[in-house]
């Protein structure tokens, strides 16, 4: 087993960089997601560790060897693809089999060859259809064969890019499980490359989160969710996603405030910033509660919104708001009465769990040194 | 009583109303498509009927009966005598092996040129890539007496060799079948690389089982062209043993005037191969020029 390491990868097509610069040190054994949104370098960050991609500068490594030159076949990896990429004219059999006989060079006996697509049959239940060709089989199935075809060959690495998005969302959610559980059986290295937040807060061990061809920040899925680096992360990590809006840096009492367009809201800590700094506040759906400003005290703090949709999703819904130019997120109880489309209400923050943001970086302010009170869980 | 109500019942979902009319419409349209592509079979069928008709009728005495639509004399011997007079067997044998010459070395260079255009990165590839198209442009009378020349030059007169050089590699093969290897997801082509298949590998294990169908249809193409020939192999045998089945034919309705149905006998046999091999692989040809068409 080994780690993947880049050291300063860079990759250009032509004048396009799709990946600058990136940094990124995979531990031996864990499950390290890439997440980003379409286009972001993710996926060419993984077909250069396949060796799909060169190498256009810095060094990528499988554990102690330097593999920016050497060929795919020699780098002990598996790939399982988004559209399965198995051979349609093949057996599921001939399928799994393909890596171990691909090679000439380093064929394995075909007892041993038979043994191995029994054992990866029997683990991925798939023992039944070993004569079915991939056409004849559900796409469940097929997802199931890829990775056989990957298992078989017990590579050093996997790598696995999007290889859910083709499945319905019940399937996805059982594979989801299969493959945390896959994971936990093999202890291999596996990087997954997804859009899918949901996908990669479940199932990473870290999460690298890319935008724009560079790494934003990597973390436990728990630490990246509560302590965001900077505003991409806020926004791209949590669903519905961290609400934002600008507002000036104000102090009153112990703590501070941040006064917006749509009214004031009071901060627990100011993270370094001063009275008078530009900032960008943010605050996740379910620190915002709705207030009734009929009944407020005049000079309470809050954000003045207007209820513009309510979504139920059964154990929680969603108060969709406009403030000012923006709209804003809450997450409500269930049990409470929502109030009605149209109504105006005050969004409150719960100070302790407001965030704020440098808006020329859009760094987090206080990153490293101060974060908010967030519930931590325990993550595994 | 349930006459009435059957007919006044609204219609159910299955049974969507029609608007008046569009019954008998919908049978005339289709009586219009019946009546004209019987037409056209018609106009494609009759010479092939008018062959057979002529080779089995008594020559002297069809055309004395006003050349009618119908059997004149019957010689049924017709066909054998064709056979030995024509020499078609050792003609035939003689185009068997240079078609299965030209169609073995089409396959293996079409294959591989098509995989290079379509896989692999090389400078120039698009400039070449056209020049091997415009060679589609090419008719055989242009090249023709310099290719002789070559031919001539070679000692190849009158060989197997002669009679197949020039058409071992053809631009309609490379094209027809780079158009089924594009055809190929390229997740494929990275899957088959990481499992660790070489180019070979890739092209005999994966490309050219999944391109049968444009294969195929390119093999028919290939015989058909490489049976059929007539200008190339008339300039490049001089000797009646390296007759094709194209050449005895000739010389048969050239040296048998009187017995001009031979000729016709003799064109049926050389055709029969054809029509075999169009009955047997007809779906797979008209499946494989409709390939790269529309993008599945």
């Known amino acids: ?380 | 009583m349930a006459t009435e109500s059957t007919v006044t019942a609204p219609p159910t979902a299955v049974e969507r109303p029609r608007p008046p009319g569009s019954g008998l419409s919908i049978g005339l349209a289709r009586a219009g498509w019946y009546i004209s592509l019987t037409l056209l079979a018609v106009v494609v069928l009759f010479p092939i009927y008018m062959l057979v008709i002529r080779a089995i009728s008594d020559p002297i005495s069809f055309i004395n009966a006003g050349q009618p639509l119908h059997i004149v004399s019957a010689q049924w011997d017709v066909f054998s005598r064709a056979w030995s007079d024509a020499g078609l067997a050792r003609a035939m044998g003689v185009s068997a092996v240079a078609t299965i010459v030209i169609m073995g070395a089409q396959f293996m260079t079409s294959v591989l040129g098509a995989y290079a255009f379509a896989f692999l990165e090389f400078p120039l590839k698009k400039l070449l890539f056209a020049i091997v198209i415009g060679t589609l442009l090419l008719p055989i009378e242009v090249t023709l007496v310099a290719n002789i020349q070559t031919v001539r030059s070679l000692g190849w007169l009158n060989s197997v060799q002669g009679l197949t050089f020039p058409f071992l590699a053809t631009a309609l093969g490379i094209f027809l079948i780079r158009q089924g290897f594009l055809g190929l997801p390229r997740d494929l082509r990275d899957a088959a690389t990481l499992d660790g298949f070489g180019h070979i590998g890739f092209l005999f294990k994966v490309a050219i089982p999944l391109a049968k169908p444009v294969i195929g249809s390119f093999l028919v193409i290939s015989f058909l062209s490489a049976w059929n020939q007539y200008v190339w192999p008339r300039n490049a045998t001089t000797e009646g043993a390296w007759q094709t089945v194209q050449i005895a034919l000739r010389t048969l309705t050239t040296t048998r005037v009187d017995q001009i149905n031979l000729a016709f006998a003799g064109a049926i046999i050389a055709a029969l191969p054809l029509v075999l091999l169009l009955i047997f692989f007809q779906r797979q040809m008209v499946r494989g020029l409709t390939a790269g068409a529309v993008k599945g």
């Open chain 1, 1 to 380: 087993m080994s780690g993947v390491t880049f050291d300063e990868v860079t990759k250009r097509f032509g004048d396009t960089t799709a990946v600058e610069n990136m940094s990124l040190e995979v531990a031996d054994g864990e499950f390290m997601v890439l997440l980003g949104p379409s286009g972001c370098g993710k996926s060419t960050a993984l077909r250069m560790i396949a060796g799909l991609e060169e190498v256009s500068d810095g060094m990528l490594s499988i554990g102690n060897r330097v593999v920016n030159n050497i060929p795919p076949r020699e780098r002990d990896i598996a790939m399982v693809f988004q559209s399965y990429a198995l051979y349609p004219h093949m057996s599921v059999r001939k399928n799994i089999e393909s890596p171990l006989v691909a090679n000439r060079a380093n064929r394995l006996p075909a007892g041993e060859r038979s043994e191995r697509i029994d054992e990866a049959a029997e683990v991925l239940g798939l023992t039944d259809y070993l004569d079915r060709k991939p056409g004849e089989l559900s796409g469940g199935q097929r997802q199931r064969v890829a990775l056989a075809r990957a298992i078989v060959r017990r590579p050093e690495v996997f790598l696995m890019d999007e290889p859910l998005s083709n499945l319905d969302a019940k399937l996805r959610t059982q594979t989801r499980l299969e493959l945390v559980e896959l994971h936990r059986r093999l202890r291999t290295t596996f990087v997954y490359v997804t859009h899918d937040q949901v996908e990669a807060m479940t199932m990473a061990d870290r999460i690298a989160i890319i935008n724009d061809g560079h790494v934003q920040q990597v973390g436990r899925p728990q630490e990246v969710y509560d302590r965001p680096a900077n505003l991409f992360v806020a926004r791209f990590i949590g669903s519905p996603p961290m609400n934002t809006i600008s507002g000036t840096v104000g102090t009153s009492g112990t703590g501070g405030n941040v006064a917006t367009e749509a009214g004031v809201v009071a901060v627990a800590e100011l993270s370094g910033s001063r009275a008078g700094d530009e900032v960008v506040l943010g605050v996740r759906p379910e620190y915002l509660k709705p207030r009734d400003p009929s009944k407020d005290d005049p000079g309470a703090g809050g954000l003045r919104a207007r209820v513009e949709n309510i979504e139920m999703l059964g154990h929680e819904r969603h108060l969709l708001t406009r403030v000012g130019n923006e709209v804003m997120v809450a997450r409500l109880d269930p049990a409470l009465p929502p109030p009605s489309i149209g109504d105006e209400v005050v969004l409150e923050a719960d100070a302790a769990n407001v965030y704020l943001f440098d808006p020329s970086t859009t760094e987090r302010l206080g990153s490293g040194t101060s974060t908010p009170t967030a519930t931590v869980v325990a993550d595994g």
